[in-house]
């Protein structure tokens, strides 16, 4: 059993940081892509940003410049640094990795239980 456990987020003011983090726990192989998704009430979820397993990042255009992404392999744990928040980046923020469960030779998607970050104007 795989699971991706979040934490970080919160209430915040507009200008101000937050940071998330997610861990990945249980009987697995190894860890290629992870990265953060977001969903605002009544919209699709969206990407927010990615690190490769080979060490390259992706950003949705409207974070760039302002939340950064980073990885710990040691710790199986993906961070967002979250820099300059504005009314909206108000969403459910969601850890994904693809991960290769114990006994399978190949990534499964997994998510994280979301952690809720809200931005007040």
């Known amino acids: 059993q795989v699971q991706l456990v979040e934490s970080g987020g919160g209430l915040v003011q507009a200008g101000g940081s937050l940071s998330l983090s997610c861990a990945a726990s249980g009987s697995f192989v190894r860890i290629s892509d992870m990265g953060w998704y977001r969903q605002a009430p009544g919209k699709q979820r969206d990407l927010v940003a990615t690190?490769?397993?080979?060490?390259?990042?992706n950003y949705a255009d409207s974070v760039k410049g302002r939340f950064t992404i980073s990885r710990n392999n040691a710790k199986n744990t993906v961070y967002l640094q979250m820099n300059s928040l504005k009314s909206e980046d108000t969403a459910i923020y969601y850890c994904?990795?693809?991960?290769?469960?114990?006994?399978?030779?190949?990534?499964?998607?997994?998510w994280g239980q979301g952690t809720q970050v809200t931005v007040s104007s």
């Open positions: 690190f490769t397993s080979g060490g390259s990042t």
């Open positions: 994904n990795a693809g991960v290769v469960p114990t006994g399978r030779g190949y990534p499964r998607d997994y």
